[in-house]
């Protein structure tokens, strides 16, 4: 496993800010494919995070209208963007 140095919880929140960003969007990138093959746990957690975006994806698209709107809704109200 790699060893990182100078980890703080900035640099911490602002890779994973970037990585769910990735995730979210479900492009993986080259630096992503790089970290998975160089640490396999971040890897698995990486392919995870993915399978999760898409089980979520089908999820909302199986929702009914009247859920889809208040899912909306409550989306907006916390002021998230999707």
Same mark, same amino acid.
């Given at each position: 496993?790699? *060893? ?8 911490? !929140?602002?890779? &994973? /800010? ?5 995730? +979210?969007?479900?492009?993986? @990138? *080259?630096? #992503?494919? !790089? #970290?998975? *093959?160089? /640490?396999? =746990?971040? $890897?698995?957690?990486? +392919?995870? $995070? #993915?399978? @999760?975006? =898409?089980?979520?994806?089908?999820? &909302? ?8 709107? +208040?899912? !909306? +809704?409550?989306?907006?109200?916390? $002021?998230? *963007?999707?």
């Amino acid at each position: 496993m790699p *060893k990182y140095k100078n980890v703080n919880e900035s640099i911490v !929140d602002k890779f &994973l /800010d970037k990585m769910f960003n990735v995730i +979210a969007k479900r492009k993986l @990138n *080259k630096t #992503l494919v !790089d #970290l998975g *093959k160089k /640490d396999p =746990k971040l $890897g698995k957690l990486i +392919a995870q $995070g #993915l399978e @999760n975006a =898409k089980n979520v994806e089908k999820r &909302l698209k199986q929702m009914s209208p009247e859920k889809k709107a +208040a899912f !909306d +809704a409550y989306v907006k109200q916390k $002021g998230y *963007k999707i």
